[in-house]
């Protein structure tokens, strides 16, 4: 991290940086309401500083260092998806869904609620149509609150890590392979800065957060949990607004499971037996589904909270009845829901999408097994922004780029 960034840093350490400055406690929290209230881009900005003091600062090298949006790709569905520098140079990608992807549906918060009447058949999911039929003709070319935009909400999708270790074979992180964690303060800053550019006002416009995007957020478990502590308490964004997806890092879940502050979980499954998620996800080979479900059993849910499995649908490999049975198997009597996600196309992946009747049988069996069982609406594929299509801009010269990759 660098020692000089401010973005990322609680109230209480604020205060001890304060204080070790000389200065009383009440300028943190002059530093932390304009750093996550105000959402200030620079030091000089935060005006409730005496002049004097924000120049020391400023010659001490102190900087607030949010993530610069160094290219932004639209989708013809509203989808928006950014290529974000860090102070390094080291890029990673965020993506802006206005009215979100479904995947809130029936995880009994109140997001959920926001999303029940809005569903997605298999052949919408399959083909996109749904999503580009509704964001053709939107005028986006000036930024307003959401209202005026004509969305009711937003999702962001965050980074947690550049690139990723994990190697899921059918994710276009993976081929990045891990180059270093994100800071609370790069991971926390990717929301700010879309904020900003989105004018988001926190309390008057609905947000939701997904920690989908690039990287392994358990594999860098303190600086992911410090950046929910920015967002909840400094940002304002609840936690009941958040989820995690995680591929199944077991010392992951088990410290998630004693966490009072958290957001809520999705486990990516993506198989239904351990032979075909090694396959898919080698992890597996660590720590087994059987482990997994057992560690995520023993987190104490809150009321209405139920957790979310994530299933990338994979033609011909994972999308067959009996792989449905097998799941309904797995869950049987767990507070589960279950987001089917047709697999999103990238270059280079050797697998291709099921077919909408397969999708529906699919789901079809889950819901009659009596798990809640929704299809993830695609968005942004017409810009690679779509689960397991993140990849990261590879050459920033090139605008037309391939992008990032999602953890699901
Ligand atoms: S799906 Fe997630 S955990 Fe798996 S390789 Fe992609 S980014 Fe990493």
């Keep these: 991290m660098d020692m000089h960034a401010l973005f990322g840093r609680t109230l209480p350490e604020l205060t001890e940086l304060m204080a070790g400055l000389g200065q009383k406690p009440y300028r943190a929290r002059q530093v932390f309401e304009a750093l996550y209230k105000q959402r200030v881009g620079s030091v000089e900005d935060i005006t409730t500083l005496p002049h004097e003091f924000r120049d020391r600062l400023i010659a001490e090298g102190w900087r607030v260092e949010l993530p610069e949006i160094a290219q932004t790709a639209t989708s013809v569905d509203g989808t928006e998806r950014y290529l974000m520098r860090m102070a390094d140079g080291e890029t990673v990608e965020t993506v802006w869904m206005p009215d979100g992807d479904g995947g809130e549906r029936g995880d009994g918060s109140e997001a959920a609620e926001e999303e029940s009447s809005e569903v997605v058949g298999a052949e ?101 949990m410090q950046s929910v ?77 139920w957790v979310t499995f994530e299933y990338v649908l994979l033609g011909g490999v994972n999308d067959q009845p009996e792989h449905a049975r097998e799941v309904l198997a797995l869950l049987d009597g767990m507070r ?54 993140l990849k990261r801009t590879v050459a920033e010269e090139k605008p037309q780029l391939v992008a990032i990759a999602a953890a699901v």
């Design 124 to 224: 919408d999911a399959v083909s996109g149509g749904y999503w580009s039929r509704r964001g053709n003709g939107r005028d986006r070319s000036n930024f307003g609150t959401l209202a005026e935009q004509g969305f009711r909400r937003a999702t962001i999708c965050i980074s947690s890590q550049v690139g990723c270790a994990v190697n899921c074979q059918f994710c276009l992180t993976a081929k990045l392979g891990i180059k270093r964690n994100l800071t609370a303060g790069e991971i926390a800053g990717q929301v700010a800065a879309v904020l900003n550019r989105h004018k988001i006002q926190i309390g008057k416009d609905r947000i939701n957060l997904v920690f989908m995007g690039m990287g392994e957020p358990f594999l860098n478990y303190e600086q992911f």
């Design 229 to 305: 502590r920015v967002l909840a308490e400094g940002i304002g964004i609840p936690e009941s607004r958040m989820t995690v997806s995680t591929s199944g890092i077991l010392p992951g879940i088990e410290a998630f499971a004693k966490e009072t502050l958290r957001p809520k979980l999705a486990l990516s499954l993506n198989a239904s037996n351990d032979i075909v998620r090694e396959r898919v996800m080698p992890i597996t080979r660590k720590w087994n589904i059987a482990a997994l479900l057992e560690a995520v059993q023993k987190i104490p849910l809150r009321t209405r909270e």
């Design 336 to 389: 589960a829901k279950v987001n089917l996600i047709v697999w999103n196309p990238g270059p280079g992946i050797d697998y291709h999408q099921p077919s909408p009747e397969d999708v529906a049988v699919f789901q079809k069996m889950l819901i009659n097994g009596g798990i809640a069982t929704y299809i993830r609406r695609p968005r942004g594929r017409d810009i690679y922004a779509a689960c397991g299509q």
